[in-house]
């Protein structure tokens, strides 16, 4: 019982484990660094996932208005990869997005294709995404070298033709939570 796999809303109590996990990819460039405040501020839109009492992943979603959303600070505990507990938290996330959204275009900038792949995310062409390039690349110090590529999911599921016709990067940015 007591390892069992819980996924659940990010509580101030966790700001150090998120933190903490955050930084190993960090200092590896593979996720953009976040202090201490920066998680505490925007905490509501990290989800966690723990088992026998430790946080042992985390993700984040970005709302960009306009039924743009992004998930990043998408990390599992380096010794318990390979488990599921990415799939859990990213497909807790997206239930949460089918229970209160009617329609939404999840997207991502990652070096991990092949796991969004695997939970039914499509690549899509990185170009479409302005918002994220000017606010977060900007900042990154593979600004000019960056080796992410883009993938979404989007509900409803788009047309066999529609997958970039749903009008993204196209002035959507209202209020930016990162
Ligand atoms: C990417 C990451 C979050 C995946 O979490 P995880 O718990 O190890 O992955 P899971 O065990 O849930 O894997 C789910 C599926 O994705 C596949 N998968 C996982 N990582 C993969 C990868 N790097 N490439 C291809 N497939 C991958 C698994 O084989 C599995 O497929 P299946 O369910 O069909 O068998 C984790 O490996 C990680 O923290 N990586 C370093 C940080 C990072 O790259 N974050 C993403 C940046 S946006």
């Not at 479409?128 to 979404?152: G, H, Q, T, Y």
């Amino acid at each position: 019982m007591k390892n069992l796999l819980t996924v659940r809303a990010a509580a101030e109590a966790d700001v150090k484990a998120i933190h903490r996990l955050l930084e190993i990819y960090a200092d590896r460039g593979v996720v953009l660094r976040r202090d201490e405040a920066d998680i505490r501020f925007y905490l509501g839109n990290f989800t966690v996932a723990e088992s026998g009492g430790e946080v042992c992943g985390c993700a984040a979603v970005r709302d960009f208005g306009g039924d743009l959303l992004e998930i990043r600070s998408l990390v599992v505990d380096p010794a318990l990869q390979g488990k599921g507990i990415g799939r859990a938290m990213v497909e807790a996330i997206i239930a949460g997005l089918r229970l209160r959204r009617r329609s939404w275009r999840l997207f991502t900038l990652t070096g991990a294709p092949g796991f969004f792949a695997a939970l039914g995310f499509r690549r899509v062409d990185r170009e479409l995404f302005p918002e994220k390039i000017w606010s977060d690349c900007a900042k990154c110090a593979k600004n000019d070298r960056c080796d992410e590529v883009a993938l979404m999911l989007q509900w409803p599921e788009p047309e066999a033709d529609g997958m970039n016709s749903a009008g993204i990067g196209a002035g959507g940015c209202h209020t930016v939570s990162r």
